[in-house]
């Protein structure tokens, strides 16, 4: 039986390959979509229950999701078992790889934080020297981001800021709380901005591309969908060199199968398009597949302080975002470099494992500060190094039979004096407010945990600086797309998701022009 | 009350086992009109999807274990479990009309899910009673089950230190702060708390996925 042959094989159906879909198959593009995990029904596959009832009455089975700090035993089963689909790391050096398998992908479960990057990011090398910059600059990636954040419907509120460029918003005009005009006010002599979050809205219970991409997509008659379809490798047309296609096995029969295409787009998230790819042993003269591995550091509850007010949380919202504002200038201001936002709240109940209290004592604590508590997340840029990287674990395969990832990978001391120096400023600026601190700690959680990796197919001019160029395109292969998080060359400290789908749209646009003119 | 609980219960079983475990009766005739090649199904019925029979189909109320029966111990030796009930009472007291650690059944939850934890949790919760009973020893000559709420509370002192990062490097203390949130959690979560003011343990459950 002759398979079919389609224009592009997409991998991935996330935020990256959804919004690949999204916009080739509205021009008429055929495309076929290989997802590793399974079309979910949500109505059925999730059900509200008591703790009680749970074998683990919801501690969570010790031992299931070791590196899932975000799993709990209510939603365990959502994210990829460790069992079926292992990777190594050194002991010391932990690292939290957080994975969805399903239709839709992480874009399903995400925190919603909808950011620009700015010049600070693209071109951060001219600006402190470190590293490099991006083949691109915010002027170019703009206009997409004005595209992508209505489909998301992205609240948030207009504020000119140099740092985190304004977008197209559902504007927020929702008032402060009093302790947050208190707090406002404190950070404004310090010259700290703080603005409402930026989030994306969607429709009904999801912003994802599962509800926002991938049904227009299919509406055109152009896409083809096949879930549980777990890519092996790319293969290589041997007179061309191009890619025509991959290998993948079902995911529950284990069957072997080929799926061909004249274009290939990998979205499979930055760390399994990576794995896919020095699985394929290709796309690698640069030598820089799988290295410059980088996410955002995160400490959560990086201080927890309560309100000494008693009608602090009255008037309006508590929660606050500050971008970053250190190091805007150019040198350096501090003994870091790059920077870090705070996401904040300061109407919250303090989590009980702070309070020097117990039994009824603990109880009368915990009534008397509830809506009183500020707590922090602190998100830091983490430097892209070539000594953070994955490579492929010989001695280890999954499920699958496929070889699995091994991670080298931590953070430096820029990190670590940058949350230090965060943590302080948050407290300063509690305590300025007129919050006590009940406890404070400058310690991140292991690389992995933000579930932000980027950089290990960066883009870039040079090619052997860079797997990809600044269209998403592989150097080596031209018929070669990795779409993802994987493209970054730099985070920032913004979540990475409107800049992620901003890119994909670019990326497959041009990808259409080059079909188009038979250039692919 | 309880036959509401029994009735949310089954509710939790996956619609597909459900009607899975509820398929008419097997039509004697399906062997004989199977195609070539394919399996027969024993439990394929003649209804259709959907159809009035099987909207009528009965609904059965199970319970969960701690609803009829009482768990049994096993992880922890009589001292060290003897300890662990009474530092349990003194985290989680019954307080306004809800239950308390020991009503809520949390050290028999917590010998289960800590025997059933890696070697690390497992030594934190046995030196961490063990020097309790120790220290109870030393100071009243009795073990620390056997201590008056004073004398006990005396021991509990380094649950009212201010929180640090780091992990205390005395064992007590060790285990008595992971202790205070598993006690708390354990208690809160259990099916006794259920009606009272303190629940906080529901949630939406994933099943596997297909």
Known sequence: MAANEYDVLIIGSGASGGMAAHTLTQKGVKCLMLDAGPLVDFNRVRQTKQAYELPYHGFGEPGKLPHVVQANEFNANQWVDEKEVPYTHDPKMPFNWVRVRMIGGKSLFWARMSFRLSDYEFKAKDHDGFGENWPIDQAELAPFYSRVEPIFRVAGRTEGLKQLPDGVFEEDTTPWSESMNRFIGQAKKRDIPVTKMRRALGRGQFASSFNLLLPAAMETGNLTIVPNAVVRDLTVDKNTGRVNGANFVDRHSKREMHAKARVVVVGASCLESTRILLNSKIANSSGALGHYLHDQTYITQGVVAIDKSPKGNQGGGSGGYAPRFVNLKKGNEEDFIRGYAFDFNLAGTPDPKYIPAYGADLDKALADYRGKAASVTIMGEVLARYENFVSIDKNVVDAYGIPVLHFQCKYSDNESKMLKHAMNKFEELCQASDFETLAKHDQPWPPGYSIHELGTCRMGDDPKKSVLNKWNQSHDIKNLFVVDGSSFVTGGYQNPTMTILSLSMRASEYLMDQMKARAI | ?210
Do not use: H
């Open chain 2, 1 to 210: 009350m309880k036959r509401r609980r029994f009735f949310k219960t089954l509710a939790a079983v996956p619609a597909g086992s459900a009607l899975l475990a509820q398929q008419p009766a097997t039509n004697q005739s399906t062997p004989n009109q199977s195609a070539p090649g394919v399996p027969l199904n024993p439990t394929r019925g003649t209804q259709p999807p959907g159809s009035a029979a099987a909207e009528d189909l009965p609904k059965l109320e199970p319970t969960v274990p701690d609803g009829a029966a009482d768990a049994m111990p096993r992880f922890f030796n009589s001292p060290q479990f003897t300890a662990l009930q009474k530092v349990s009472d003194l985290i989680m007291p019954a307080m306004s009309g809800s239950p308390g650690a020991l009503a809520a059944g949390a050290p028999e939850f917590l010998d289960f899910l800590i025997g059933d934890s890696d070697a690390d949790r497992q030594r934190v919760y046995r030196a961490g009673l063990d020097g309790l009973n120790a220290e109870s020893k030393k100071q009243f000559n009795k073990a620390f089950g056997d201590l008056d709420a004073t004398q006990a509370a005396g021991l509990l002192t380094p649950l009212k230190q201010p929180w640090t990062y780091e992990e205390p490097g005395d064992a007590v203390a060790r285990f008595l702060r992971v202790a205070k949130i598993d006690v708390r959690t354990a208690t809160l979560n259990s099916r006794e708390a259920g009606a009272g003011r303190r629940f906080q343990g529901s949630g939406l459950y994933w099943y596997p996925l297909d």
